[in-house]
């Protein structure tokens, strides 16, 4: 007979065409941004994910398609589950539809997400920033942002950056 978790993903999986994978934390849903509010919705109502711990994006640029993830990370009081649900969203148009109504607490982490990658919460009540001053420009979490003088290192740029940087002679170091 299968477990709580293994027939919550089942049907995550095949109602909301939702891909598995694995982290080191356990199971990870993938699930197309215009599914969101149904799944989290029947997490909740169908299968006891009442608490939303987490909500977070990851900027994997320079990818394009997708650029982001929105990752959220919910927790069943009733059945001590975790799931992590990650949302690929797209760098041309990074819009996700809000969760606020589901889950209140998810009013500030989505205007955190905002201020910080730019991604829209489509339906969101209250969207502007929220740690930024409000006439900031650009979004500092995102690794395109510019850092002053100094260009972000990354895997595909490391050689470039090498040949630009400055080498101290002995009397400098």
């Not at 027939?7 to 598995?20: G, K, M, N, V, Y």
């Not at 990658?117 to 929220?130: M, Q, T």
Request: charged share 25%; with cysteine.
């Amino acid at each position: 007979m299968p477990n709580q978790q293994e027939s919550t993903l089942t049907a995550l999986i095949e109602r909301f065409d939702a891909q598995l994978t694995s982290s080191k934390t356990g199971p990870v849903l993938v699930i197309d941004p215009e599914h969101i509010w149904a799944a989290v919705q029947t997490m909740r109502d169908e299968f006891g994910f009442d608490f939303l711990s987490s909500l977070t994006a990851s900027d994997y640029w320079p990818d394009e398609s997708p650029r982001f993830h929105v990752v959220y990370q919910f927790y069943s009081h009733e059945h001590n589950l975790r799931l992590c649900v990650r949302v690929p969203v797209s760098g041309a148009l990074p819009v996700v539809p809000t969760i606020e109504k589901l889950f209140p607490n998810a009013n500030w982490h989505e205007r955190e997400i905002w201020d910080m990658f730019g991604i829209r919460f489509e339906g969101h009540s209250d969207l502007r920033r929220i740690l930024m001053p409000h006439d900031w420009v650009g979004h500092p979490l995102r690794k395109d942002y510019p850092l002053g003088y100094e260009e972000p290192q990354f895997t595909f740029n490391y050689e470039d950056i090498q040949v630009r940087k400055h080498r101290g002679q002995c009397e400098e170091a």
